[in-house]
C-alpha cells in the first residue's frame, strides 16, 4: 500500500512548515492562486521522483533565503521516506532508515503519477514526455527495465562521442553497436509487452470518458527504428548519417507513442478539454496497470481538476480516479467547482491552504 500517513514539508516554495495527515483516500488542497497548493504536489512528486514538474531544476523549490529544503513522509504500511536537498551539496534521500543511492527503491514505494497543466506535453510536445511516460509504467512491472535502459544510455553516450571524432573508429563503434543492440533488444520486448497489456485498459477508460473520440483514435507503440529490420542493420545503414550528425538516429532513445484521430495528431484536432480527456485517460489507465500487476495503487497528484473540464467532464474523471482506489491529493481554487460536480462525495479530508500555511 503506497500511501502517505504524515507529511512533513519544511522549505518548499512559500511553504516554510506544514505538517498534515492526509487521508488514505481522497486530499482536496483549495486556497487562492499562490497559496501553495501546488507545491504540496511538488513536494511528493519531489520525494517519489527527485524531480520537479514544474521545472528542471530544484534550486528554485527552495524557499527562498534558506538553504534546504527538506520533505519527510510516513507512510500506512510503515516506512518511512525523506529528503533534503540543498543548494550547495548533494541530497539525502532516506528510505526505511537506509541511505538510498539513487531513486529506484522509493520510485517502487511510492509510484507518483501527476495529472497537471504540462500534462498536455504528453500531447503537444516531441516524443520525450510519452516515452518518459511508457518507461514510468515498464519500470514499475518490469524489474529489469532500468538496467537495460541504463546500458542502452551508457551505449548512445559512448557511440556518440566515437561519432563525433574527427577519424572514426570503426571498431569501437562496433562494440557499442553490439551493446546497444542488446539493451534495445530487452527495452524493445519490454515496452511492448507493457503496450499492449496498457492499451485495452486505455481504450476502456477512454470510452467512458469520451466516446465518441474514443472510436476515432488509433495509438501505437514505435520502437525507434525501422519496424521491419534489425537494428544492427539499420545502425550499419545509417552510419554516414550518424556520422554527419554526430549522434544516433534511431535507436530506443527515439521510442515513442503516436497518438492520432484519424491521419492528423491528436493535439490537431481535439479541444483543449477534450485533450484533458485524453491525457487523463491516459494517466488512469496507468494507475490501472499497476493495480493489476503489482496490485498496488499509484498517488494521483491533480492539480487543478477542474480547469479546461466542464461540470459532467470534471465528475467523470474525478470518478475514474476514485475507482482506482490509491491516495489522491487534488488541488482547486473553489472547492464547490469540485464538490458541486460530486452526486455522492466520497469521504474527504480537506486543506485550505493560505500563505504557504495548511490547515485541515
Ligand atoms: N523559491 C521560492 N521561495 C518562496 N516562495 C516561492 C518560491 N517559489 C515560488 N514561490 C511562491 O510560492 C507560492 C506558491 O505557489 P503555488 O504554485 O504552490 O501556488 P498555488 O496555490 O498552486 O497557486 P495557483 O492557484 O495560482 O496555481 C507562490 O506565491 C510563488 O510566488
Ligand atoms: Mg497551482
Redesign the pocket.
Known sequence: MSKIKRLDISFV??IQSALIEPSATVNILH?????????VL?SIYLLGTGRSFRSGKLD?????DYDEAIVFAELFNGPSIGLSKSRRKAHKLRYASETQKNWDNVARELPVQILDSNSFLLLEGGPKPRRRFLDWGVFHVEHSFVDSWRRSRKSIANRNMLLKQRQVDHSQLKAWDVELCLAASEMDVARKSYFEEFLPLFINVYKSLDPSNADLLDVAYERGWDSQQELSDVLIENRTIDIRYGATQSGPHRADISLKVGKSKAVEILSRGQQKLLVSALKIAQGRLLSKSLGRECIYLVD?LPAELDRDNRAAVFNQLLSIGGQMFV?C?DLPAIVECLSSPPAMAMFH?ER?TITA
Request: net charge negative; glycine share 18%.
Open positions: 516554495r512559500n486556497g487562492e492562486n499562490g497559496s501553495g497548493k501546488t507545491s511538488e528554485p523549490l527552495i524557499t527562498h487543478d488541488t481554487v491552504v504557504g
